[in-house]
């Protein structure tokens, strides 16, 4: 990557220019500064821009696909059967369970135990038990490691979905997709580091998703995760105003950058060179994020593997794009899939859900197989937290309510043991009781996978050595990896 | 970071893997020396250090290492106290033998040379310098280490008899003597070059000059004809004689942009990040509330030069005010500001613990600096505020009226005069129609018995239920009621069977008196009109049922073990004696900006200090506390603080102070012996330039082009969005109508602020979502900023309107068009070859558009506004590439 300084500027000139720009710099932080002066002509081509210098740890991932039902899949449909629970569907949930805890939409309600609504089988040589209505997942067992015993601290899905993100409930802290591009860099050209795709079920009205999810809190703007629409310009304000064609813009391009360079003359700003390198990356991005989201190409056979048709704006075209993002070197990939959110209709609306995504995870998990892309590829099914092993009834037709205690995920790849239970929950599934773990050892985990030492990773932010991973114990989930 | 040195080792190609070796990477803190460090191979400790001072001062050279490397576990907060040391007290640092080559001598330091010969029999030396684990501190697994020079620091301070100063920021303000008729700022930092050696810049150039202090005031660029008058006024910029007349020229237009009502504006937008202000509620559905009326009163209380402390207190406590008023009341949205959720399920006490701990959070940040966070689980780590002084600051708000989970009420109606004239007209219309109308209903009461006993006594069929009747479901169920009721006796009836029939009556059958009552269902509905469209704003009531404060243990609402607190002001801090009662949110305001706060004032003015040099005098502006930075120059610091408070909290004599100042007026270009001298420019031997805040990058365009609506205030405003933003929003989900007329070109801050969405063209250039206060945003430089200058509607449009303003008002060759445009947007005239540039791309453009006439029509079409018909569509396409070009440039969304 110092070659690639070397072949742009002299050395000593970016050190000066940096040092100039780093006292202009508002934040302690300071790398807001320097990743602006690096510019994308010293990014593109290397892992420039990393924060780690080379990663702590042996790197194991190189990229991360987190796949987010969100609204909180229930555990009890999906992938942690209790046969209890079963035998006492429609009795009243033991006192001793729930006293004093934490509920949400059941908060003084008489609490029904609710048995699995959907028959459970074993897949795999593993013989892991899962759901029927995940056949396709279930075909991929031996690849996937299913944790049963994860908690949560956040029983609203907001405050959910920002502590999973973010580690914090409160809202300014950096989504852990900046973490990561923050610390390892980006490797692809004209592509972003961090990328969100977001995806609703058919059908009802889903849970709201704020940009905030994806964004870079307090670490440089650069690291903020950029949303790929299916519709519209893919990337806001991508498309050349009508009138305009690619000819003309590049036109336009290079007169502001011949422009700025005369400026550049007079008064020797660093910050003049960023602003060149960041329109000749914009102008790039024009081309390649198009050709990026045209899927058409793709082989039948893919699209079937997947089940999904170009255009379409499915989950499973999102997993489809994900590998694409993947091989062009996008660091951390992140897919939204809304309305998991069953306080109601849950017999009826959550094998639809299912039948979205089952297909497109293991044609996923396949295809990167495939390509060889598994090994230092990172998948992690996760929704942002549990549901109740009680039902809910007043809201329609039975369903169960968010919960915190116990929920169910997976993760795969990248040294991920696969065929692997991890953990488990009590005899109603209400609490996780063994190999009880957080979402901060999650990020640990995923964080140890992708090179990174969790608890020495921090900026400084109000006057805190800020991390992922909080200011509590987190545990690397060594059990679950090879 | 201050004391880099200028020279890098000149180093090529390292392997990126080879950069730090595994054993140097036990610490991983992220700043930018380390960074530069990692980039260049140069070990972390030689390219950040400058050679240990003589004489250690304990704010400069020891606290900083104490507190980012032992306060942790040897610090303020009990709980987490390892072996039982503290090294931030010095009695309890002297009692635990941590320091004890400085011991002997603790009363007098000068003394201390025989007995510190040996500082190695200190706890504290031998352990840093230790490479044992066991002993080392500080230790391995804390991932923390001290660098050379950090060991030698500590060595020689308890060398030199360890003595310990109080946090700079806790002691009050010391107010230097500055010399008669100099400007304090100039006389502060002169003291500081001398001392330094250093030598200032040469002064800007007018254009410069007017132009920065457009930008920092105003927010906008200045016209070419402001700047024209200021160069006339200025006189001959070469005569000696006109220095004189320069300056005169120069204090005439301070004045000037001063009383210009778009000063509020460019100072609200930095306080409403402070304070969070944003149109929606932030968590889940994030629906809109009420508080446009308070921007509009920040903005008004800048421009009327409120007393900074006025202004604090009708924030905080408005509403408790012995004089409040509407205004006053307004100001006290300023409590209602924080995030709040109307997710089902959301359980109250939890979101009362997260109200709590966000007024907290923002009265640290906004006032004190202080970073209040932490201590809403424990005892801060680094500076002296308890977390009992966390939750004792929060009870100060557990009056206030609200609900805590679920919609916000409309709020206070924030009426003009004439908006509360013509409300008491219609209230004053209202009440005369509704007497006469009262005074004939016993007629028709008289008349409906009469109706009501024929019905019956004939058994009349009513309209709605007649063979052939047309009459909707509801009206004919109605009818049937209406039958059934009538039947009973009166005393027989519900309440509400009588309104049927009494409502059935009176709208359906009769036309007795029918003026009476159509004059007052028209005052009626007139008065309600009239009062849906008044502005409202949520503001602070005070309820006499407070809610109950514990101190929550770890943080956790659901734990209510703990003790109940009362309001109380930080306990590390002076503060007046109050007994007999409880206190309130005005003694919290009143002491925030009295004399025995030190951390208001200086808070304050090094915000403001940032927003006309571009960096804090102390560069962590959000937290003054042992984590910050000591400010290289705080004599300066603390000279503004006092001079703050002395003029009466008087804020523009403050930013008068410092615009005025030569050192605001020196150049912001600087040769490489300043650069290496002082790479960061903390000792301002000159000026600064950065990029605009992204409400002003839209400012700029619209100003330029001619499309800024100027007009200050009012309801928030949506510009153009791409369609689909909001998708992911429920519960509605909503459309976004973009505005049309002059409402579509307003200044930036006059958005609507979607916190969990914020625009996605100011979110490019670093607005922030204002869910937490935000005394700093990023300056980023992203591609993103290029995609929106570029495409987004706002700006084509402002491209093409201005491209139209060219043609029409300035007739002549293109060469001169070209140089007219060049002062509209930079206030100076284009050199040569930016000439040629822009003549060689208005050719090709032009000739692409005369030979594509529908490229060029669609191109005019972008925008609400027309374009004039009377201009060839061809020449307007191409020139708006021009004008696109202008916009775009680095030099147009920079302020130097």
Known sequence: MVTSIGSNMDVENVAENRRKFLGRSSQGLGTVALASMLGPSVLNGADVGNSLGAASLPQKAKRVIWLSMAGGPSQFETFDYKPKLAKMSGEPMPESFTKGQQLAQLQGQQLLCLGPQFPFSRFGTCQTEISTLFPYIGSMADDICLIRSMTTEAINHDPAHMFMNTGSQIAGRPSMGAWVTYGLGRVAENLPGFVVLVSTGKGRSPQPIAARQWSSGFLPSRHQGVQLRSHGDSVLYLGNPSGITRDQQDLDVRAINELNRFQDSQEHDPEIATRIAQYEMAFQMQASVPELMDIRNEKKKTLELYGCQAGDGSFASNCLLARRLAERGVRFIQLYHRDWDHHSLLKQELPLRAAEVDRACAGLIHDLKDKGMLDDTLIVWTGEFGRTPMSQGDKGPIGRDHHNKSMSMWLAGAGVRGGQVYGATDELGYAAVENVCTVHDLHATMLHQLGIQHDSFSVKFQGLDAKLTGVEHANVLHDILV | ?896
């Open chain 2, 1 to 896: 970071m201050v004391d880099l040195p200028y020279r890098f080792p000149r180093r090529t190609a390292i392997p990126s893997n080879r950069l730090i070796s595994p054993k140097t990477m036990t610490t991983i803190h992220i700043r930018p020396l380390v960074l530069l460090a990692v980039l260049f191979g140069i070990p972390e400790q030689l390219s950040a250090e400058s050679p240990v001072p003589d004489k250690i001062l304990f704010n400069r050279d020891v606290r900083p290492i104490l507190s980012d490397n032992c306060f942790f576990c040897h610090g303020p907060d009990a709980n987490h106290r390892q072996a039982d040391l503290r090294l931030d007290v010095r009695e309890e640092a002297l009692k635990s033998g941590a320091l004890d080559a400085a011991k002997p001598d603790a009363a007098k330091p000068e003394a201390a040379k025989p007995d510190a010969a040996k500082p190695e029999a200190s706890g504290i030396v031998a352990r840093i310098f230790s490479d044992k684990a066991d002993v080392q501190m500080p230790p391995p697994d804390s991932h923390k280490k001290l660098s050379a020079r950090q060991k030698e620091i500590l060595k020689r301070w308890i060398e030199q008899g360890a003595v310990f100063q109080q946090h700079w920021s806790y002691e009050k303000p010391h107010k230097a003597e500055i010399p008669t008729g100099q400007n304090g700022v100039d006389a502060l930092v002169h003291n500081r070059l001398s001392e330094l050696g250093l030598k200032p810049a040469s002064q800007a150039d007018r254009r410069t000059l007017i132009r920065r202090l457009y930008s920092d005031l105003l927010g906008l660029p200045p016209s070419a004809s402001e700047v024209d008058t200021f160069l006339r006024e200025s006189g001959d910029a070469n005569s000696e004689l006109s220095a004189t007349k320069a300056d005169t020229a120069y204090l005439a237009l301070v004045d000037r942009v001063l009383k210009n009502p778009h000063f509020g504006e460019r100072m609200a937008i930095h306080w409403l990040d402070v304070v969070r202000f944003a149109d929606t509620i932030g968590y889940h559905s994030d629906n809109p509330r009420n508080v446009w009326p308070y921007r509009d009163w920040v903005i008004k209380s800048f421009n009327d030069n409120k007393p900074f402390d006025r202004f604090s207190i009708e924030q905080i406590a408005g509403d408790l005010l012995p004089d409040k008023s509407q205004e006053t009341l307004v100001g006290s949205a300023f409590n209602r500001l924080l995030l709040s959720t109307e997710e089902g399920g959301a359980q109250p006490k939890d979101y009362e613990a997260r109200m709590l701990t966000d007024r907290v959070r923002a009265i640290g940040a906004a006032w004190m600096g202080q970073t209040t966070g932490c201590a809403q689980c424990h005892d801060h780590k680094f500076d002296p505020f308890k977390a009992r002084d966390f939750y004792a600051l929060g009870a100060f708000f557990a009056d206030i009226e609200e609900p805590i989970i679920g919609r916000r009420e409309d709020g206070m109606v924030v009426a003009t005069a004439d908006q509360q004239a013509q409300l008491a007209k219609l209230d004053a219309a209202l009440t005369d129609a509704k007497t006469k109308r009262d005074a004939i209903l016993p007629w028709i009461d008289v008349a409906q018995q009469q109706w009501e006993s024929d019905l019956v006594a004939y058994d009349i069929i009513l309209p709605e239920l007649a063979a052939d009747a047309k009459a909707s479901d509801p009206d004919k169920k109605t009818a049937k009621q209406v039958v059934e009721i009538v039947k009973k006796a009166d005393k027989d009836r519900k309440p509400n069977e009588k309104t049927i029939v009494q409502t059935y009556f009176r709208n359906k059958v009769t036309k007795l008196y029918q003026s009476e009552r159509d004059a007052f269902a028209v005052a009626d509905k007139e008065r309600q009109a009239y009062f849906a469209q008044l502005p409202k704003c949520i503001v602070s009531n005070s309820s006499p049922n407070k809610r109950t404060v514990r101190l929550l243990p770890r943080g956790n609402w659901m734990d209510e073990s703990g003790e109940i607190v009362k309001p109380g002001l930080p306990s590390y801090l002076p503060g007046p004696k109050v007994e007999g009662r409880e206190l309130t949110r005005l003694d919290l305001a009143q002491w925030l900006v009295s004399r025995d706060n030190p951390l208001t004032a200086r808070t304050v003015m090094n915000r403001l200090w940032k927003q006309c040099f571009g960096m804090g005098l102390s560069k962590v502006l959000d937290d003054l506390g042992a984590q910050g930075e000591m400010p290289p120059n705080l004599a300066l610091l603390d000279w503004l603080a006092c001079e703050f408070m002395d003029s009466g909290w008087d804020f523009k004599h403050m930013v008068r102070t410092i615009v005025t100042s030569e050192t605001y007026r020196l150049a912001s270009t600087a040769n490489a012996d300043q650069l290496a001298a002082d790479p960061y420019n903390r000792e301002h031997a000159r000026q600064s330039a950065f990029r605009i805040d992204a409400e002003l990058v839209r400012d700029y365009a619209l100003a330029i082009s001619g499309l800024l609506a100027s007009d200050i205030g009012g309801p928030s405003v949506k510009p153009y969005q791409p369609d689909g933003y909001w998708e992911n929003l429920n519960f509605p989900t909503r459309d976004y109508p973009s505005d049309k007329g002059t409402s579509q070109y307003r200044r930036g801050l006059y958005t609507w602020w979607q916190r969990s969405f914020p625009h996605p063209s100011l979110l490019a250039f670093d607005a922030p979502s204002r869910e937490e206060c935000c005394s700093e945003r990023n300056r980023s430089n992203i591609p993103q900023q290029a995609l929106v200058l570029l495409n987004d509607p706002t700006y084509v449009e402002a491209a093409r309107v201005f491209a139209a303003r060219i043609l029409t008002e300035r007739p002549g060759t293109p060469d001169e068009r070209i140089a007219w445009a060049w002062q509209q947007a930079l206030q100076r005239a284009p050199r040569d070859e930016e000439l040629r540039t822009m003549r060689g791309l208005l050719d090709q453009h032009l000739e692409a558009y005369r030979k594509d006439a529908k490229s060029a029509e669609d191109l005019l079409k972008i925008g609400f506004s027309p374009s004039p018909e009377s201009l060839d569509k061809a020449e307007l396409a191409a020139w708006t590439h021009i004008a696109r070009v202008l916009l775009n440039l680095h030099e147009s969304i920079t302020r130097t």
